[in-house]
T-cell receptor, first 109, second 114 residues
Framework: EDKVVQSPLSLVVHEGDTVTLNCSYE??????LLWYKQEKKAPTFLFML????IEKKSGRLSSILDKKELFSILNITATQTGDSAVYLC?????????FGTGTRLQVFP | DAGVIQSPRHEVTEMGQEVTLRCKPI?????LFWYRQTMMRGLELLIY????????DSGMPEDRFSAKMPNASFSTLKIQPSEPRDSAVYFC????????????FGPGTRLTVL
Protein backbone atom coordinates (compact mmCIF):
# COMPACT_ATOMS: atom_id res chain seq x y z
CA GLU A 1 0.00 0.00 0.00
CA ASP A 2 1.28 3.47 -0.90
CA LYS A 3 2.18 5.60 2.09
CA VAL A 4 3.71 8.97 2.95
CA VAL A 5 4.97 9.51 6.48
CA GLN A 6 5.88 12.86 7.97
CA SER A 7 7.83 13.64 11.11
CA PRO A 8 7.67 15.12 13.57
CA LEU A 9 3.91 15.34 13.98
CA SER A 10 4.25 18.58 15.86
CA LEU A 11 6.98 21.12 16.47
CA VAL A 12 7.13 24.16 18.73
CA VAL A 13 9.94 26.68 18.26
CA HIS A 14 10.81 30.30 18.94
CA GLU A 15 11.17 32.95 16.29
CA GLY A 16 14.59 32.85 14.68
CA ASP A 17 15.03 29.11 15.07
CA THR A 18 15.72 26.84 12.09
CA VAL A 19 13.49 23.81 11.59
CA THR A 20 13.70 20.69 9.46
CA LEU A 21 10.58 18.78 8.50
CA ASN A 22 10.84 15.22 7.20
CA CYS A 23 8.87 13.24 4.67
CA SER A 24 9.48 9.61 3.74
CA TYR A 25 7.51 7.63 1.20
CA GLU A 26 6.80 4.25 -0.27
CA UNK A 27 4.81 4.86 -3.42
CA UNK A 28 4.62 2.90 -6.64
CA UNK A 29 5.12 4.83 -9.86
CA UNK A 30 6.69 7.84 -8.14
CA UNK A 31 6.69 10.93 -10.33
CA UNK A 32 7.29 13.86 -8.00
CA LEU A 33 7.02 15.09 -4.42
CA LEU A 34 5.23 18.25 -3.40
CA TRP A 35 5.15 20.37 -0.26
CA TYR A 36 2.14 22.42 0.82
CA LYS A 37 1.50 24.93 3.60
CA GLN A 38 -1.89 24.92 5.28
CA GLU A 39 -3.00 27.67 7.60
CA LYS A 40 -6.63 27.97 8.65
CA LYS A 41 -7.83 27.27 5.14
CA ALA A 42 -6.95 25.23 2.06
CA PRO A 43 -3.43 23.92 1.40
CA THR A 44 -1.27 26.16 -0.76
CA PHE A 45 1.55 24.90 -2.96
CA LEU A 46 5.17 25.49 -1.95
CA PHE A 47 7.51 23.26 -3.96
CA MET A 48 7.58 20.40 -6.39
CA LEU A 49 10.63 18.13 -6.49
CA UNK A 50 11.30 15.65 -9.24
CA UNK A 51 15.03 15.01 -9.24
CA UNK A 52 17.33 13.95 -6.44
CA UNK A 53 19.85 16.34 -4.99
CA ILE A 54 18.52 19.53 -6.54
CA GLU A 55 17.53 22.04 -3.90
CA LYS A 56 14.49 24.21 -4.40
CA LYS A 57 14.49 27.55 -2.58
CA SER A 58 11.97 30.26 -1.92
CA GLY A 59 13.10 32.89 0.53
CA ARG A 60 13.72 31.23 3.88
CA LEU A 61 12.26 27.91 2.74
CA SER A 62 14.19 25.22 0.95
CA SER A 63 13.62 21.58 0.11
CA ILE A 64 15.52 18.65 -1.32
CA LEU A 65 14.65 15.15 -2.46
CA ASP A 66 16.55 11.88 -2.12
CA LYS A 67 15.00 9.30 -4.46
CA LYS A 68 17.42 6.58 -3.42
CA GLU A 69 16.52 6.80 0.26
CA LEU A 70 12.92 7.81 -0.51
CA PHE A 71 12.68 10.96 1.54
CA SER A 72 12.55 14.70 1.38
CA ILE A 73 13.20 17.50 3.85
CA LEU A 74 11.78 20.98 4.12
CA ASN A 75 13.96 23.53 5.89
CA ILE A 76 12.79 26.83 7.25
CA THR A 77 15.46 29.22 8.49
CA ALA A 78 14.97 32.23 10.76
CA THR A 79 11.39 31.19 11.50
CA GLN A 80 8.69 33.81 11.97
CA THR A 81 5.28 33.60 13.62
CA GLY A 82 3.76 33.70 10.14
CA ASP A 83 5.37 30.33 9.43
CA SER A 84 2.99 28.72 11.93
CA ALA A 85 0.95 26.23 9.92
CA VAL A 86 0.56 22.58 9.02
CA TYR A 87 3.08 21.52 6.37
CA LEU A 88 1.91 18.71 4.12
CA CYS A 89 4.03 16.46 1.98
CA UNK A 90 2.43 14.68 -0.99
CA UNK A 91 3.70 12.25 -3.59
CA UNK A 92 2.35 12.28 -7.12
CA UNK A 93 2.25 8.89 -8.79
CA UNK A 94 0.35 8.45 -12.03
CA UNK A 95 -2.50 10.89 -11.62
CA UNK A 96 -3.20 11.57 -7.97
CA UNK A 97 -1.50 12.99 -4.88
CA UNK A 98 -0.94 10.83 -1.80
CA PHE A 99 -0.70 13.04 1.27
CA GLY A 100 1.08 12.56 4.55
CA THR A 101 -0.61 13.50 7.81
CA GLY A 102 1.34 16.72 8.09
CA THR A 103 3.64 18.42 10.57
CA ARG A 104 2.09 21.13 12.74
CA LEU A 105 4.62 23.93 13.29
CA GLN A 106 4.05 26.57 15.93
CA VAL A 107 6.41 29.51 16.09
CA PHE A 108 6.26 31.67 19.22
CA PRO A 109 7.67 35.20 19.52
CA ASP B 1 -9.61 32.87 -12.99
CA ALA B 2 -11.68 32.73 -9.80
CA GLY B 3 -10.05 29.52 -8.67
CA VAL B 4 -11.92 26.47 -7.46
CA ILE B 5 -15.32 27.44 -6.10
CA GLN B 6 -17.11 25.44 -3.44
CA SER B 7 -20.51 25.87 -1.86
CA PRO B 8 -21.73 26.08 0.74
CA ARG B 9 -18.79 27.21 2.87
CA HIS B 10 -20.45 26.00 6.04
CA GLU B 11 -23.19 23.44 6.52
CA VAL B 12 -24.83 22.42 9.75
CA THR B 13 -27.35 19.62 9.56
CA GLU B 14 -28.96 16.98 11.68
CA MET B 15 -28.17 13.31 11.58
CA GLY B 16 -30.11 11.50 8.90
CA GLN B 17 -30.43 14.48 6.58
CA GLU B 18 -29.10 14.56 3.03
CA VAL B 19 -26.14 16.85 2.39
CA THR B 20 -24.96 18.02 -1.03
CA LEU B 21 -21.64 19.76 -1.52
CA ARG B 22 -20.86 21.55 -4.76
CA CYS B 23 -17.70 22.34 -6.68
CA LYS B 24 -16.78 24.33 -9.77
CA PRO B 25 -13.24 23.51 -10.95
CA ILE B 26 -10.83 25.83 -12.69
CA UNK B 27 -11.62 26.11 -16.38
CA UNK B 28 -9.33 23.92 -18.46
CA UNK B 29 -8.49 21.54 -15.63
CA UNK B 30 -9.34 17.97 -16.55
CA UNK B 31 -8.91 16.39 -13.11
CA LEU B 32 -11.17 16.96 -10.14
CA PHE B 33 -10.59 15.62 -6.63
CA TRP B 34 -12.73 15.42 -3.50
CA TYR B 35 -10.89 15.29 -0.17
CA ARG B 36 -11.99 15.11 3.44
CA GLN B 37 -9.90 16.49 6.29
CA THR B 38 -10.22 15.76 9.99
CA MET B 39 -7.84 16.16 12.89
CA MET B 40 -7.74 12.41 13.42
CA ARG B 41 -7.26 11.21 9.85
CA GLY B 42 -5.68 14.19 8.11
CA LEU B 43 -6.37 14.82 4.42
CA GLU B 44 -8.00 11.84 2.73
CA LEU B 45 -8.73 11.44 -0.98
CA LEU B 46 -12.33 10.33 -1.43
CA ILE B 47 -12.73 10.17 -5.21
CA TYR B 48 -11.32 11.73 -8.34
CA UNK B 49 -12.48 12.30 -11.88
CA UNK B 50 -10.66 12.64 -15.19
CA UNK B 51 -12.60 14.29 -18.02
CA UNK B 52 -15.78 13.92 -15.94
CA UNK B 53 -15.31 10.16 -15.52
CA UNK B 54 -14.79 8.73 -12.01
CA UNK B 55 -11.39 7.03 -11.94
CA UNK B 56 -10.94 5.91 -8.36
CA ASP B 57 -13.58 5.95 -5.64
CA SER B 58 -11.79 3.60 -3.26
CA GLY B 59 -11.56 6.37 -0.69
CA MET B 60 -15.31 6.82 -0.41
CA PRO B 61 -16.05 5.63 3.12
CA GLU B 62 -19.31 3.82 2.42
CA ASP B 63 -22.41 3.69 0.29
CA ARG B 64 -23.84 6.74 1.98
CA PHE B 65 -21.36 8.80 -0.05
CA SER B 66 -21.76 9.42 -3.77
CA ALA B 67 -20.19 11.86 -6.23
CA LYS B 68 -21.06 12.98 -9.71
CA MET B 69 -19.54 15.16 -12.38
CA PRO B 70 -22.19 15.78 -15.03
CA ASN B 71 -19.99 18.21 -16.97
CA ALA B 72 -16.53 19.77 -16.95
CA SER B 73 -17.56 22.70 -14.79
CA PHE B 74 -19.55 21.10 -11.98
CA SER B 75 -19.32 18.29 -9.46
CA THR B 76 -21.31 17.26 -6.40
CA LEU B 77 -20.57 15.14 -3.36
CA LYS B 78 -23.65 13.81 -1.62
CA ILE B 79 -24.01 12.19 1.77
CA GLN B 80 -27.28 10.42 2.46
CA PRO B 81 -28.04 9.85 5.27
CA SER B 82 -25.50 11.97 7.13
CA GLU B 83 -24.00 10.91 10.46
CA PRO B 84 -22.07 12.85 13.14
CA ARG B 85 -18.83 11.09 12.16
CA ASP B 86 -19.11 12.73 8.73
CA SER B 87 -18.32 16.09 10.33
CA ALA B 88 -15.17 17.37 8.61
CA VAL B 89 -13.89 19.90 6.11
CA TYR B 90 -14.46 18.75 2.55
CA PHE B 91 -12.13 20.12 -0.10
CA CYS B 92 -12.51 20.04 -3.84
CA UNK B 93 -9.40 20.46 -5.98
CA UNK B 94 -8.74 20.56 -9.70
CA UNK B 95 -5.62 19.96 -11.77
CA UNK B 96 -4.36 19.94 -15.33
CA UNK B 97 -3.43 16.44 -16.34
CA UNK B 98 0.08 15.24 -15.36
CA UNK B 99 0.93 18.62 -13.83
CA UNK B 100 0.56 18.12 -10.07
CA UNK B 101 1.83 21.62 -9.31
CA UNK B 102 -1.32 22.94 -10.96
CA UNK B 103 -3.55 21.29 -8.37
CA UNK B 104 -5.44 24.03 -6.58
CA PHE B 105 -7.79 23.55 -3.68
CA GLY B 106 -11.09 25.23 -3.13
CA PRO B 107 -11.78 27.00 0.17
CA GLY B 108 -13.53 23.94 1.56
CA THR B 109 -16.94 23.21 3.08
CA ARG B 110 -17.04 22.79 6.83
CA LEU B 111 -19.73 20.20 7.57
CA THR B 112 -21.15 19.70 11.01
CA VAL B 113 -23.65 16.89 11.55
CA LEU B 114 -25.47 17.12 14.87
Amino acid sequence: EDKVVQSPLSLVVHEGDTVTLNCSYEVTNFRSLLWYKQEKKAPTFLFMLTSSGIEKKSGRLSSILDKKELFSILNITATQTGDSAVYLCAVYNTDKLIFGTGTRLQVFP
Amino acid sequence: DAGVIQSPRHEVTEMGQEVTLRCKPISGHDYLFWYRQTMMRGLELLIYFNNNVPIDDSGMPEDRFSAKMPNASFSTLKIQPSEPRDSAVYFCASMRGYEPDTQYFGPGTRLTVL
